[in-house]
């Protein structure tokens, strides 16, 4: 038996209601809601609409906990897929040939803070560089933030992420920035150099969202 | 879950089988298989299936597809390439507890 627009709505607003945030969880959960209250119909013709809303929902998170269970396991998992992602993508970068370029741009950065003489002077323009791409993709966070009322977990890590590694640069630079040694300058150069890969990641990642969250509009 | 502390161990490895039988599949079409099955003797609740798919997803065994089924966005899971090599495994060391535990439990059984 299938149900009827106005019951789906119903499901719709009954799982907006149960605090679910996220569009990957709500997408889920609805087809899965639909399907089991159309079973639970079919199979108890004596029960009402409402109570096999209920009881549909009953089955959802550990222990029966309901939504908001099943959306912090999706949460965690979704973060421990992300950081795998994230540190094999880095390992990449200390691989042939990419290794070559990664420690070009670090020597680069170590032969170029030792060209002046208040090197760590200089290294607030590298920062303020990453920083300013990290808030440019504030515009890109920011159009894709909802789908239907819901936020996207991926955009939301995705701004979190390219955020974080600003301010950890900059959080970097002013830990070095009074220290002209020699270890200064290395520190410096070593950390910058993670924050321009992990950028350029992060912007790798920003494409796979952007076709996602396009195929999910055309549905 | 019925015998749920028996059967919590092997969810993933069943999961597995199906999606390798059925090439992909939807969460609620595999608790509904589970449960055909196995005569209704086994119920998967989805408490503990979504946390298995997505942990299995975060793995590296599962990819998935998002297609639009009666107006509204239905998750397809299917087993990666990596997936598909780990399911062989998992079934080799699911059969090989089995026969183990035949024999602890009913030595005359065992061969």
Redesign the interface.
């Known amino acids: 038996m299938k149900l009827a627009e106005e019951q789906i709505t119903y499901i719709e607003n009954y799982i907006k209601r149960n605090d679910v945030k996220y569009y990957e969880v709500y997408m889920e959960i609805l087809d899965h809601m639909v399907l089991s209250v159309e079973a639970i119909l079919e199979n108890d013709k004596e029960i009402s609409f409402e109570d096999a809303v209920v009881q549909a929902k009953k089955q959802f998170g550990k222990n029966g906990y309901g939504f908001q269970s099943f959306s912090e396991e999706k949460l965690n998992s979704f973060r421990e897929r992300e950081r795998t992602m994230y540190l094999k993508e880095i390992k990449k970068f200390f691989t042939f040939p990419k290794i070559v370029l990664t420690l070009i741009g670090f020597l680069g950065f170590v032969f170029f803070l030792g060209y002046f003489e208040k090197p760590m002077k200089t290294t607030n323009f590298f920062i303020l560089i990453l920083i300013i791409i990290a808030f440019s993709q504030l515009k890109f966070w920011y159009k894709n933030r909802k789908i239907n009322g819901y936020k996207l977990i991926k955009n939301e890590y995705y701004f979190y992420g390219i955020n974080s590694v600003a301010m950890w640069s900059w959080f970097n630079n002013m830990l070095s920035n009074d220290a002209d040694s020699i270890y200064a300058k290395l520190f410096f150069s070593l950390t910058t150099t993670i924050s321009f890969l992990s950028l350029l990641i992060f912007i790798q990642t920003r494409k796979k969202i952007d076709s996602e969250i396009q195929a999910y509009q055309q549905l | 879950m019925k015998n749920s502390q028996l059967y919590k161990g092997s969810l993933n490895t069943i999961i597995m089988k199906l999606l390798e039988e059925n090439g992909r599949m939807?969460?609620?079409e595999i608790t509904?298989k589970v449960k055909e099955i196995t005569k209704g003797e086994l119920n998967i609740?989805?408490?503990?299936l979504?946390?298995a798919l997505?942990?299995l997803?975060?793995?590296?065994l599962l990819d998935v597809e998002?297609?639009?089924?009666?107006?509204?966005?239905?998750?397809y899971y299917k087993l990666t390439e990596k997936g598909t090599t780990e399911t062989v495994n998992r079934l080799a060391e699911l059969e090989e507890f089995i026969k183990n535990m035949q024999t602890i439990v009913n030595p005359k059984w065992s061969y």
């Not at chain 2, 997803?57 to 590296?60: I, K, L, N, Y």
């Not at chain 2, 998002?66 to 998750?75: Q, T």
């Open positions: 939807y969460g609620y509904q609740t989805e408490g503990a979504y946390p997505h942990k997803e975060a793995d590296g998002v297609e639009k089924v009666d107006n509204r966005l239905r998750k």
